[in-house]
Each structure stands twice: as structure tokens, then as C-alpha cells.
């Protein structure tokens, strides 16, 4: 986990459930509107509240079996599909770090548009939408799997857009459950007996909330399919 922000803690305060809308601070409607993609969901905000606490409290029982620190850019390295949720939550991230420290997310949106250059020939879906195929899984253990993140900061080794980062980072190193079983990060739980790991499973989204919306987004035009973050952040605002 690529940044120096630990002091995750369990909010037993979480709001109640409601409607999903659509809504942002002006300024952010307007840049995604000039960007083509929708203002961050409300309900976001709630989705990354319940998976932060999830973080947390696996963390909690993970203890020394979890070695994530800032420096540690095991998870940054290779490209991985993200949803069109996590994509607008990255180009609201990158916009809001435009406005604290333009040169700083001039280095990103750069690091993001020569990543697409590098990937755009092999890419496993529409290089012209950055949209993956729908069977591109399939593809990803030959692709790009060398491929740093661009929002990762190659001198510091931290994220640059931590707070907007996609579910997946969200939950790198605790165990996560999978078809394939109960998965770890290989630097992580060394010693540990099956057992150790699976009281310590993170539970990332219980309620299945960023189904409902993603399908928010759809109604309201954002792209439908999965994408890299390298595509999400190499858009110029028109």
C-alpha cells in the first residue's frame, strides 16, 4: 500500500442506507462535464466508508501478518481492470490535486498519457475508449504486467491519488476471498497457517452497494465496461 495514511478506523456511525443520487460541488460538474464523464455519486462516499472500515478492521486482526507500508509498491506494478465508478473517482481526484498542486498532477495525467502510448497496441479492448473487452480477464496474465501505476509517485514510492484510489487498491494485502479461494499478497501472512489467514478475510463489500452504483452511472451516460487506470487519467480537459 503505497502511502503513509494508516490510522484507517471502524465507523459504527455509517449512514443509513438511501437513494443513490447523483450530485458534486459545482466546480466538479462542471469540469466533468467538459471532461464527458458524470460528477462523483453520492453514494461513493458511502462505498468508501464501508470498505475503509473493512480495511481497517482486517488490518486490526491482521497485526504483523500485514508488512504494507509506504515504500512497499508490490501492488503498483501491473495493470489491473478497474470500474467506471473507480474512474470517475480518479478523474475527480486528479482535478481536486490540480487545484492543491497543479505540477504535481501535471506529473500524473503525463505519467498516465505515456503509459497509454506504451499500451495502446496490445491493449485488450478499445485503445480509442480505453473500454476493456468483455473477456479481457483472460488476457491479463500477459499484459502489462511490468506497467507501473501512474498515480504512483516513482521517487516517493506513495500514491499520489490515495484518497480516490480504486476499490482493488482498497483492498491490497489483507486476505480476500476469489473464485480461486482465499488470496493474499505474496509479501504478506509469511509463516502464517490457513487457519491464521482466514480469521483475518476482508470482507470488501458485503452488501454488493457499487452494483447499485454502477448502475446509477449507466443511467446517467457514464461508459458501461471496465477499463485501466492508465486510460481513466490520460484524458485532457477539452
Not at 458511502?46 to 482486517?58: E, K, P, S
Amino acid at each position: 500500500m503505497a502511502e503513509t495514511n494508516h490510522d484507517l478506523f471502524i465507523d459504527s456511525q455509517l449512514p443509513a442506507r438511501r437513494t443513490i443520487t447523483m450530485c458534486a460541488r459545482p466546480s466538479l460538474k462542471r469540469y466533468a462535464r467538459r471532461m464527458g464523464f458524470p460528477a462523483l455519486p453520492a453514494a461513493d462516499k458511502r462505498l468508501v466508508q464501508i470498505v475503509d472500515a473493512a480495511l481497517a478492521d482486517a488490518s486490526q486482526r491482521s497485526g504483523r501478518w500485514l508488512v504494507c507500508r509506504p515504500g512497499c509498491t508490490q501492488c503498483c506494478i501491473g495493470a489491473f481492470p478497474i470500474s467506471q465508478l473507480d474512474a470517475i473517482r480518479l478523474q475527480n481526484g486528479l482535478h481536486d490535486l490540480e487545484t492543491k498542486d497543479p505540477n504535481r498532477a501535471a506529473r500524473v495525467r503525463t505519467r498516465a498519457q505515456e503509459s497509454v502510448k506504451r499500451l495502446a497496441s496490445d491493449f485488450p479492448g478499445d485503445p480509442a475508449t480505453g473500454i476493456l473487452d468483455q473477456d479481457a480477464e483472460a488476457q491479463f496474465s500477459k499484459f502489462a504486467n511490468d506497467e507501473p501505476c501512474p498515480a504512483l509517485d516513482p521517487v516517493m514510492g506513495t500514491c499520489d491519488l490515495y484518497a480516490s484510489r480504486p476499490i482493488t487498491c482498497r483492498a491490497f494485502g489483507p486476505p480476500i476471498r476469489s473464485e480461486g479461494g482465499l488470496g493474499v499478497c505474496e509479501l504478506c501472512f509469511q509463516g502464517a497457517t490457513q487457519e491464521e489467514i482466514a480469521v483475518c478475510e476482508m470482507q470488501v463489500d458485503p452488501d454488493n452497494l457499487e452494483s447499485g452504483v454502477l448502475e446509477e452511472l449507466e443511467k446517467a451516460g457514464a461508459p458501461v465496461g471496465e477499463t485501466i487506470v492508465a486510460f481513466a487519467l490520460a484524458r485532457n480537459v477539452e
